[in-house]
């Protein structure tokens, strides 16, 4: 695993002394523009430059009527936007919609045969399924009948889903969306311990997981989480009703996990005597809530992000449609996971409600080797693509000439989830998109829905390692420490923010509504009585720059979290997770640069009192990481150090620690309570 040792530099400096992500953030030179195809431009859906008029400020909140006119409404709304109780935003207030009626039905008079879902498994031996619009319709109501008929579900009901990538991750969520019950997909690389806690925030009454998924080679047993799952909430005060248990081969049991007679029932079976069955779709208000998709912040428990029906499937749909540019003849393929915000948006709600064609893959980018994405591709003639940088990194290391092999037609790419180098960039357009493509790429969170900062590729030039300037409709600020608005395009670095509300932001944190005020708005809010968006502006949480074109770079986050791989970690969930150990003392999380993940974890505990350090020690506390949170947020290294660096009133200097994990320099350490420390620990970690 390399290291990046470059210098840090002056622009991620000037953020808060507390900022250890954005201190040793990615800072690149800027870079020549790079004009789209004109073939893209010529076929766009959106080349008309009055767009960035037409959503201006002072359009605003009326100019979002464009984007809820992307959808069929049962009730056109009264009021756009309703600010008179901010910041809890209220959009497209009295319109009914359903969100699946959107996703589908909508789509069979023109394309009942079209494909709505390719899902590919990830053996190779295995055959790809084509879901149909048909399918898919029949499917899902099938599904929704279950769950209403069977369980009892109704509009607001809260099932926490744990899939992994298959079609029935889409169908379980389309059918919950067609009876108005709140999903929370659990991202299905995430234990049943981290699953469990999402159930008690959601208060589930079901959980609805798989027998067994392929990963990497490997039948993996799924279900075993869910009894985890299911125990440890349990035991915590909140028992599921029943465990629903999809099979990865349907009237096969793949897993080796006993079921629990009376709890866990086998949808393939039951759904048996539901052929046939159709659900009328609940005529939802436009701001019921669709889903909630945990994410991570700077407590230990993870935040409930509660996304709108209207708002939200408008949003996803407009920025499809105009961002993505997907048209209904598309072949379109989001290679993340729908257990992330990426996937809820960009692989099921926005492309189907576009009536495209939408690939679910199962496995992993580089299985059986480099070349698979581009065989895919070329089978399934995938002309939009979008992936991380993390993805591209593992790609472009493990098989850089593969592109070459296949043939791809991209014309539309698209990066997301943390900076990209422009050396990667540059692979990107070059070797996977031959020179042909357009690259978007696109900032944005779990709280904002979908995209926040973007080109308009038919309108904008490329910037390798830039993101774009705000999409239509959104207008970025960026703030210092002390509340003073940078001046745009000073390429200052500051706290980058929102100035207005958009319909695609989150409504609030499930059951946390002061969280929600307090981590989002407070710390720029003008004047916290006023009823007037303009005082309120949305902090992200990134630091950022402007350049004087407009473009934003993002520079990393501001707070307690990790971007590894794209996906957002808590520090407080790491940390907490290793004083699990009854032998660890404290713990304290920084990220390193790595040259695929862009950031990992690396730990450092100290022990109790006649503990003496050990490797053992070390990999117990590894272990429990994953226990508790799953793989993805395994420490690079655990250090086991005699004591933090602390501040006199014993605060530990994550900052300190995040230096020598980087092998910079530390800085000024002298008022440390214990500067001595500073040194030995530079030892132990060379
Ligand atoms: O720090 C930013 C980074 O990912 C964070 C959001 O993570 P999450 O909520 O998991 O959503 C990921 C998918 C949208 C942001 O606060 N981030 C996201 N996109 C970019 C990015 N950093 C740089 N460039 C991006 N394009």
Not at 130 to 144: D, G, K, M, S
Not at 242 to 249: A, C, G, K, P, T
Not at 337 to 365: F, M, N, R
Request: aromatic share 10%; proline share 7%; net charge negative.
């Amino acid at each position: 695993m390399s290291r990046d040792k470059s210098p840090r530099h002056s622009a991620a400096e000037q953020q808060s002394s507390d900022a250890t992500e954005a201190q040793i953030a990615v800072h690149w030179p800027e870079e020549a523009y790079i004009p789209p195809p004109a073939p893209f431009i010529a076929h766009a859906n959106l080349a008309d430059p009055d767009v960035f008029e037409r959503f201006s400020l002072d359009r605003f909140p009326e100019c979002f009527k464009e984007f809820a006119d992307v959808l069929d409404w049962y009730k056109y709304w009264e009021t756009t936007f309703d600010a008179s109780n901010p910041p809890f935003w209220r959009w497209f207030v009295g319109g009914r919609i359903n969100a699946c009626y959107n996703c589908v039905d909508r789509h069979l008079a023109a394309y009942r045969n079209k494909t709505a879902i390719h899902f590919v498994p990830e053996s190779e031996d295995e055959a790809v399924q084509h879901v149909t619009y048909q399918e898919l319709y029949v499917r899902v109501n099938e599904f929704a009948a279950l769950l209403r008929d069977t369980f009892g579900l109704k509009a607001g009901d809260r099932v926490t889903l744990h899939l992994p990538m298959v079609a029935e991750l889409p169908i379980t969520m389309l059918a919950c969306a067609r009876l108005g019950v709140i999903h929370s997909q659990v991202f299905s690389g995430f234990s049943g311990v981290a699953c469990a806690d999402r159930i008690l925030d959601s208060e589930s009454r079901l959980l609805i997981t798989m027998d067994a998924y392929w990963r990497g080679g490997k039948l993996i047993d799924h279900k075993e989480k869910a009894d985890i799952a299911y125990t440890e909430a349990a035991g915590r005060g909140h028992t599921i009703e029943n465990v629903l248990v999809w099979q990865r081969y349907p009237s096969r049991y793949s897993s080796p996990t006993a079921l629990v007679e009376g709890r866990d029932v086998i949808v393939n079976d039951l759904l048996k005597t539901f052929r046939g069955k159709r659900v009328d779709p609940v005529q939802m208000p436009a701001e019921a809530p669709l889903f909630l998709m945990y994410t991570s912040g700077t407590t230990g428990r993870p935040k409930g992000c509660q996304h709108s029906t209207g708002g939200f499937l408008a949003y996803v749909a407009w920025t499809s449609k105009y961002i993505q540019d997907i048209h209904p003849e598309d072949v379109y393929w989001c290679m993340a996971d729908i257990g992330w915000i990426t996937g809820h948006s960009y692989i099921v709600y926005g492309p189907l409600a576009l009536g495209a064609s939408s690939v679910v893959y199962e496995g992993v980018p580089t299985w059986p080797d480099a070349g698979r994405p581009w065989r895919i591709a070329e089978n399934l003639g995938v002309n939009i693509f979008h992936t991380s940088p993390t993805a591209i990194r593992a790609l472009r290391r493990s098989g850089p000439d593969e592109p070459a092999k296949y043939n791809l037609r991209f014309k539309h790419m698209t990066t997301v989830g943390e900076p990209i180098e422009p050396e990667v960039w540059k692979w990107y357009l070059e070797s996977v998109g031959k020179n042909k493509a357009v690259i978007v790429d696109t900032w944005w969170q779990t709280e904002t829905g979908g995209f926040l900062c973007s080109t308009v590729p038919a309108l904008h030039r490329m910037k390798p390692g830039s993101t774009g300037p705000g999409i239509p409709g959104i207008h970025p600020v960026i703030y210092d420490d002390n509340g003073n608005e940078l001046e745009r395009g000073c390429g200052k670095a500051g706290n980058i923010c929102i100035r207005n509300p958009w319909p695609g932001a989150f409504q609030t944190i499930w059951k946390a509504p002061e969280r929600y005020v307090k981590t989002y708005y407070a710390r720029y809010c003008k004047d916290t009585k006023s009823k007037d968006w303009r005082d309120w502006p949305y902090m992200t949480g990134d630091g950022a720059v402007e350049a004087a074109d407009g473009y934003f770079r993002i520079l990393g986050r501001i707070d307690d979290v990790i971007n590894v791989a794209g996906h957002r970690l808590g520090t407080k969930e790491i940390e907490s997770a290793a004083l699990l150990v009854p032998d660890v003392a404290e713990a304290a999380v920084v990220p390193v640069a790595d040259e695929i993940k862009g950031k990992v974890p690396e730990l450092y505990v100290s022990l109790k009192p006649g503990i003496e350090p050990a490797a053992e020690i070390a990999k117990r506390v590894s272990d429990q990481v994953v226990a508790r949170i799953g793989a993805i947020a395994r420490p690079h290294q655990v250090v086991i150090v005699p004591d933090m660096p602390k501040t006199r009133s014993g605060k530990i200097m994550r900052r300190v620690l995040a230096a020598i994990s980087s092998h910079q320099d530390p800085g000024d350490v002298s008022t440390l309570a214990n500067p001595e420390i500073v040194d030995t620990i530079k030892e132990l970690n060379k």
